[in-house]
């Protein structure tokens, strides 16, 4: 009940774009905000968006803002990380992450991760 579940990381150039998508169960997206975090090789992890339990808020890091976009489609229990214009500085492992209702940049704050997805920007 408690499942968050990545999918569409992979190796893309610099300049191009992937969609993250983080399924979770029906629980968590009926009263979670969810969170995308990354760490890079050798760096601490690192928030990058969330989205609020009913989607009304959500914020982005200084470092993705206007290239990333987090929306949640409650209808297919699913929360989507549009990612464009993509940087090597953007190569890292990326979780989604839950946490009740509201929005944190603490990592500690989230109860639920799920395993993660691999994003490589190279040439």
């Known amino acids: 009940q408690l499942q968050l579940v990545e999918s569409g990381g992979g190796l893309v150039q610099p300049g191009g774009s992937l969609r993250l998508s983080c399924a979770a169960s029906?629980?968590?997206?009926?009263?979670?905000?969810i969170g995308w975090f990354r760490r890079a090789p050798g760096k601490e992890r690192e928030g990058v968006s969330c989205v609020s339990k009913s989607g009304s808020i959500t914020n982005y890091a200084d470092s993705v803002k206007g290239r990333f976009t987090i929306s949640r489609n409650n209808a297919k229990n699913t929360v989507y990380l549009q990612m464009n214009s993509l940087q090597p500085g953007d190569t890292a492992d990326y979780y989604c992450a839950a946490r009740p209702l509201s929005c944190s940049s603490s990592p500690e704050a989230y109860d639920h991760w799920g395993q993660g997805t691999q994003v490589t920007v190279s040439s």
């Open positions: 029906r629980f968590i997206m009926n009263f979670h905000a």
